[in-house]
């Protein structure tokens, strides 16, 4: 990973050169102080007395944590929703984001059910190469599923650099998946080597939900939280670990709203699944109570799916599992609408906008409820906003690390600055900030884009549209290690066995006719118009049945294996 | 328990008339020695010194245990399947329950998908009316769901003496229902106060991979293990239990094949859900590993759906968690085939016909596996063979309890008693006894079924015909006191308040770029409202008192008093 060459870095000047002097460099693994040089946006140099040009600037860091910026892995900024478009698009995203010390995002890429993923991913790049202020890349949602999206995503892992995709539970009819169709999304992602990303709630209950709550004259936001309960979260996280399991895919969960969600993923963990929990800032840092202020917007505010919990000890309950490991990397899923838009749901909640801030706000709430708390350390502060995305993405070491030859992506942190979060000094443009009146302990005092100052004495200097597009490659180590070694054990085989000669009982093909419309009784998956097999003449032999041979492009089983000693029983009628 | 006098004169024949002397009673909850006396099937007197009449005949048990008569609560005896029937019709298999000290099955009503409910209600009614040797109940599948059927569960329910249904989660494109079915039908059955049961397996992913194994060429009855991982019964089971929560119905699972459906109910029981799960004889007795073998007769007769897990430390951790008290009742899914049925699917294990035997095995697989190896005592194992499944029909205490009044059905039980299953003994006609070869301890005595004797001394005295249907009312308390008292909780309020004034954006109701999505709104909605013009008043919505109690599966969620004043900030 040395001497990443982007786009933007080819003239040189002066100002691409950086010295710190007297860091404490933090990665996820230790911390240690040093100096540290940088130059073309690439950390060149890290130790003591290093050899540097003259009339480099340099900043004396007098002993603070320097640190990897942060990578909001979940970001949805200028989405459109309904003709309508999030109130904060790539320029003012970003532009929070690194207000608060990350340095990259990954947006989810929304694709309307019917377009192609391709047209969209351009859409967005696009948007976001125009705006963007610091490195980005993009997740791609699949929203319907059939041969043409496979190809795209194909073309997409293949061609654009794009490991991650997410499929929806949720949004009945509109984009959510079927449990088959999630089984095929997943077993085209391994196959790809790509990261399978799921919105983890049932929709189909949240639909007979909202429903119900309309029917009893329940319009205002409290119905938002009260149609999508936390079991309900719960319940497709499990549906989705089952699935992964089935197909040996890697799971991503986003939006870890609940404890119940939380652990369901932390007992999966323990079983041996491969996945990936993501809290974001609102989980971490606030609670579902505000869905019954008496403010309509103040309530509408908070409008996001999965819900904020009303358990006011989930912020406290998620904080911990993501101290142990048991949760894994933190977004923001920061998709903020302003109260015009919301109101487009004034009289029924089911039509309010959904998402929340959390981008700018993230790092802060984070260091201020586990590491002020004593939940983690810094390493692990390190892990969870930057190093983990990383791995998991595949973007490390070149991001999430500060290492020689790694981008210049930096975070001087001070662990002692104390901040009122407020709407009115905010980078978003929303009126409401979810965490108003929250203070927090740590902040930024230096930010470090590609190895450009970007924040400094409180002042943020961005440059509209010099974020990179950062490519992607599948199979991540991080993830695809263990994939890997299990589909080599999955091998099925059939037992050999001789021809059965015995009498066989005469059947209706069709199960007893009572409705011309009920399909048959047979294996729903075998091919449509398959002709009916003639039972009488068998095409069991000991020859033809040895199907180890061929091989199985999809081995995501696991061997059980055949208890020998008993396999040879016969009849005993 | 003193014992009234007036028990002479009435018109009854001296074999209606029965004394049980100096047994040992075993209720689920103690266990006390005194002599029973039966007339007109009913129990008339328990105590010491009983004035019975003169010349009853009497029985001597010398101190054996006296046991409620077992109740099976699943079988699928005579159940037609394309157009053949299971080997054991009512006759055949409520002889064999009687066998094995089984005194009342509960038999599932499977009407096609398309056909009227109360139909294949009534036709189960007259085969087992026919032929059943003994008393008997039914649950009613619910195979497909739409006005009509709702309709023809509330008659059942009010009329027919039904109040069990089962749906299905698995067979796709057959049986399966979808979440919201499932929803619906759950809500309303919370209404009408039945239990909702369900067979928990994903159908989705076992479609894609039974597809996966035929491609492979796994077409032998392995590939029905391997395509129905129990991961697949542990997350229906999972999904059931949540919208059965959301409904605030209550669960019955019926077949819990694996540890980790099994898992997943403990520990919905243990945050509250009203949730019982019924393991069978098979899941008890014996494992999955016999799908591999070589003999494909054999291996085909252990197909049933959800499959024996081919983990064999299994049936004990079942055992464990059925003393426990995590799972509540037992089955035996008695459903038998034929080889030459079987053979059906002999190129193709999605073609074989699923049903394993277990109902004349059930009362000694389990005294033997739970009792002798010291996991319950006397008193549990008649709570999980009789007396949990007569609470959750609301059948007790006529069924599962020795007390005056209550049924004679009644099992003089021989704790030492050694017996090897065998398909050459066995009262099944089927070929094969997936509990082949097995010895148990423990078995029926004497077993008298409604009053009279049936088994004494190894001979079987069975009468075809004689069951009666026994009707199961609505809204049994041991399910329904908890769920009622939830119901009373679970009221939902609206937040009164101000008209929302402001700025509305202008938007879209279908989501822009394609003509054919639909509109991104709460999917069961009415057409699009005018969101310009405000029906939002202070006096509008509905005060709470007004709201009905709906079938509420949800607990309050306090509206944080303390924060819901705060303002605008901005």
Not at chain 1, 371 to 388: I, L, P, R, Y
Not at chain 1, 429 to 456: A, W
Not at chain 2, 15 to 33: A, M, P, T, W, Y
């Amino acid at each position: 990973m040395s001497g990443y060459q982007g786009k933007k870095n080819i003239p040189r000047i002066t100002s691409d050169r950086l010295l710190i002097k007297g860091a404490k460099i933090v990665n996820d693994d230790q911390s240690f102080c040093a100096d540290i040089y940088m130059e073309d946006g690439v950390i060149k140099q890290i130790g003591e007395n290093l050899i540097v040009p003259g009339g480099v600037k340099t900043i004396d860091a007098h002993g603070r944590m320097l640190m990897p910026g942060g990578i909001d892995v979940h970001t949805r900024f200028q989405m459109p929703d309904r003709g309508m478009t999030a109130a904060d698009d790539f320029y003012q995203g970003t532009k929070a984001a690194l207000a608060g010390g990350t340095t990259m995002i990954i947006d989810h890429v929304l694709p309307e059910p019917g377009t192609s993923l391709m047209s969209a991913f351009e859409q967005w790049r696009e948007w976001a190469d125009s705006k963007s202020c610091c490195d980005y890349s993009l997740h791609i949602d699949i929203t319907e599923w059939h041969k043409g999206i496979q190809e795209e995503m194909e073309t997409l892992v293949k061609d654009h650099g794009v490991n991650s995709f997410l499929v929806y539970l949720a949004y009945k009819d509109i984009f959510q998946l079927t449990d088959a169709q999630v089984y095929e999304v997943f077993s085209v992602i391994r196959d790809l080597g790509a990261i399978a990303q799921v919105h983890a709630e049932n929709g189909d209950i949240v639909a007979e939900e909202q429903r119900r709550m309309l029917e009893q004259g329940i319009t205002g936001p409290e119905g938002h939280v009260l149609s999508r309960p936390e079991e309900v979260e719960a319940e497709a996280v499990n549906r989705s670990v089952t699935v992964a399991n089935q197909t040996n895919c890697p799971l991503y969960v986003t939006k870890v709203m609940s404890k119940s969600a939380a652990d369901v993923i932390a007992q999966a963990r323990k079983k041996g699944t491969v996945v990936y929990g993501e809290p974001i800032t609102a989980s971490l840092g606030t609670d579902g109570s505000h869905y019954w202020s008496k403010n309509w917007a103040k309530a509408a505010a908070y409008v996001t799916s999965p819900p904020l919990s009303p358990d006011p000890t989930t912020p406290d309950y998620l904080n911990s599992l993501l101290s142990c490991g048991d949760l894994q990397v933190t977004g923001s899923a920061h998709c903020p609408f302003n109260t015009a838009q919301r109101a487009v749901g004034k009289d029924d909640f089911s039509l309010i906008p959904e998402g929340v801030n959390g981008t700018e706000e993230r790092m802060s709430i984070i260091w201020d409820k586990c590491v002020v708390t004593g939940k983690m350390d810094e390493n692990q502060f390190v892990a969870v906003t930057s190093t983990n995305a990383a791995k998991i993405f595949n973007l490390y070491p070149r991001k999430g690390r500060i290492a020689v030859g790694s981008d210049a992506d930096l975070v001087l942190w001070d662990p002692d600055v104390t901040k009122i979060i407020s709407a009115k000094s905010h980078q978003s443009t929303v009126e409401y900030n979810i965490f108003e009146g929250t203070e927090v302990r740590g902040g930024p005092l230096v930010v470090i884009s590609q190895g450009k100052i970007v924040l400094e004495d409180g002042n943020l200097h961005v440059t509209e549209g010099s974020g990179r597009y950062v490519v992607r490659k599948p199979f991540p180590d991080y993830v695809y290690k263990r994939i890997k070694a299990r589909s080599r054990l999955a091998e099925l085989r059939g037992v050999p066995r001789g021809l059965y000669d015995g009498p066989v009982c005469e059947v209706s093909v069709t199960p007893k006719t009572m409705t011309p419309a009920s399909s048959a009784k047979t294996s729903p998956a075998k091919q449509p118009g398959q002709p009916i097999r003639n039972l009488h003449q068998s095409g069991f032999s000991l020859s033809g049945a040895q199907i180890d041979d061929n091989v199985p492009r999809r081995n995501t089983q696991r061997i059980v294996a055949p208890p020998g000693g008993r396999a040879n029983i016969t009849s005993l009628g | 328990f003193s014992g009234h006098a007036d028990l002479l004169g009435g018109p009854y024949s001296y074999s209606d008339r029965l004394l049980i002397k100096g047994g040992r009673i075993v209720n689920d909850d103690q266990s006390f020695h005194a002599d029973i006396y039966m007339e007109d099937g009913l129990i008339k007197q328990i105590g010491d010194n009983l004035i019975v009449p003169g010349g009853v005949k009497t029985i001597e048990a010398n101190g054996k245990m006296v046991i409620p008569g077992g109740i099976d609560i699943h079988t699928h005896f005579q159940m037609p399947y394309r157009g053949t029937t299971t080997v054991d019709d009512f006759a055949q298999g409520s002889k064999a329950a009687l066998a094995g000290g089984t005194t009342m099955i509960v038999d599932h009503v499977m009407p096609e998908p398309g056909a009227s409910l109360i139909e294949a209600h009534d036709q189960w009614r007259q085969w087992a009316d026919e032929k059943a040797c003994c008393d008997y109940s039914l649950h009613v599948d619910i195979t497909h769901w739409n006005d009509s059927v709702k309709q023809e569960v509330d008659n059942l329910i009010k009329e027919k003496g039904v109040n069990s249904f089962q749906v299905y989660m698995a067979y796709k494109d057959y049986y399966q229902m979808s979440n919201s079915e499932l929803y619906e039908v759950f809500t309303f059955l919370a209404e009408r106060g039945g239990i909702a049961q369900v067979h928990a397996e994903n159908g989705e992913i076992i479609a894609e991979e039974q597809a996966r194994m035929l491609q492979m060429g796994i077409t032998g009855p392995e590939g029905h293990v391997l395509s129905r991982p129990e991961e697949l019964e542990a997350e229906a089971v999972f999904r059931a239990i949540t919208i059965a929560s959301q409904t605030n119905c209550p669960l019955y699972v019926t077949r819990v094949m694996s540890k980790s459906a099994a898992d997943i109910i403990s520990q919905a029981r243990k945050k509250g859900n009203v949730v019982f799960g019924e393991p069978i004889t098979a899941s008890l007795g014996t494992d999955g590993t016999h799908y591999w073998s070589k003999n494909w007769a054999k291996a085909a007769s252990f197909v049933t759906s959800p499959p024996l897990s081919p983990d064999p430390t299994t049936p004990d951790y079942l055992n464990t968690l059925l003393s426990s008290g995590d799972l509540s009742v037992t089955g035996s899914a008695h459903c038998t085939f034929s080889v030459a049925q079987k053979a059906i699917g002999k190129d193709d294990f999605t073609q074989i016909p699923e049903g394993v035997n277990g109902v004349e095995e059930r009362m000694a697989l389990i005294w033997d596996k739970a009792v002798t190896t010291g996991k319950m005592d006397e008193n549990m194992f008649v709570a999980v063979t009789s007396t949990n499944a007569a609470k959750i029909l609301n059948l007790y205490p006529r069924k599962g309890r020795i007390a005056v009044g209550s049924d004679a059905d009644l099992v003089i039980w021989d704790t030492d008693a050694i017996r090897t299953i065998t398909a050459k003994t066995h009262n099944s006609a089927a070929e094969y006894n997936i509990f082949e070869g097995v010895e148990l301890r423990g078995a029926p005595l004497v077993v008298i079924c409604q009053g009279k004797i049936v088994l004494e001394d190894g001979n079987l005295h069975a009468t075809s015909g004689v069951g009666r249907f026994i009707p199961c009312s609505p809204f049994p308390d041991f399910a329904y006191k908890r769920i009622k008292a939830r119901k009373q909780l679970a009221v939902l309020r609206a937040v009164p308040r101000g008209m929302y004034d402001g700025p509305v954006s202008e938007f879209s109701m279908s989501r822009g770029g394609t003509p054919s999505a639909s509109a991104r709104t709460s999917p069961t909605k009415q057409p699009v409202r005018n969101l310009h013009q405000s029906g939002f008043s202070l006096a509008g919505p509905p005060t709470p008192d007004d709201i009905p109690i709906r079938p509420a599966g949800r607990r309050i969620v306090v509206p944080p008093g303390g924060r819901s004043n705060i303002t605008s900030l901005s």
